[in-house]
């Protein structure tokens, strides 16, 4: 059995000498697992990178069993990033959450589509603060949309309204963008170091600790990187 499908490299791991398990989200099949001969190949090695955008062959015998993928180049899309750690640290971290957040062969057309969106707000001035929104966006795709409204607390102060979480009968302020969900104006980076932080003991709380998945460290070297 076979089939023809597009998608983005989500991760890939050394099968053998020649060989990778890689793993992508696809327009019409989800995510999917299959294993690529001759990986470490000149043709095919250079654009295989995380987050590119192929052309994919699977075929497989039985559903129980890895099949293979046969591979070309569609759009190049993380190389343009290799200068910019940040960035490339955030696409690592992106297609890693997809990883983690979706299930094997499930459709989601609207989870692919929002990949493209993804790089395309990594040219933005303000591509930290359009991370946010997205991430927001991928955890309300999968079945998480996050009612801040309903742990977040709010006072004024010298006629501006703030945001808080009360953490051990302590205030931890929380940018007021992420609450409001306005996407207008410039986020500093302290804003966008918090809002993460916020959103990821969220996931870690709800979703990966209840399900044994450990907190990926692709976010840590991420956040870390802006402090």
């Not at 979706?102 to 692919?112: G, V, W």
């Not at 980076?189 to 692709?218: A, W």
Request: glycine share 4%; with cysteine.
């Amino acid at each position: 059995m076979y089939w023809d499908d597009i998608g983005y490299l989500l991760s890939k791991n050394r099968f053998n000498e020649n060989s990778v398990i890689a793993e992508f989200f696809t327009q019409n099949h989800g995510k999917f697992t299959g294993l690529i001969f001759g990986a470490t190949s000149k043709k095919i090695k250079n654009y295989l990178q995380i987050g590119n955008k192929l052309s994919l062959n699977y075929n497989y015998k039985t559903e129980e069993n890895y099949g293979y993928f046969k591979v070309e180049i569609l759009k190049v899309t993380t190389p343009f990033f290799f200068n910019d750690k940040k960035k490339l640290l955030c696409i690592n971290m992106a297609m890693n959450l997809i990883k983690l957040l979706t299930a094997e062969s499930q459709e989601n057309i609207k989870i692919f589509n929002s990949i493209e969106d993804f790089f395309d707000n990594l040219n933005d001035n303000q591509w930290f603060k359009k991370y946010i929104f997205w991430e927001l966006k991928i955890l309300e795709l999968v079945g998480y949309n996050i009612d801040f409204k309903k742990f977040i607390k709010s006072e004024v102060i010298n006629s501006n309204k703030k945001y808080y979480l009360e953490v051990n009968k302590n205030k931890k302020y929380v940018p007021n963008f992420l609450i409001e969900k306005c996407d207008k104006g410039n986020v500093d980076k302290e804003s966008f170091v918090k809002s993460l932080s916020i959103i990821g003991d969220y996931m870690y709380k709800n979703i990966l600790q209840p399900n044994n998945i450990v907190y990926p460290n692709s976010r840590l070297e991420f956040i870390n990187l802006f402090k």
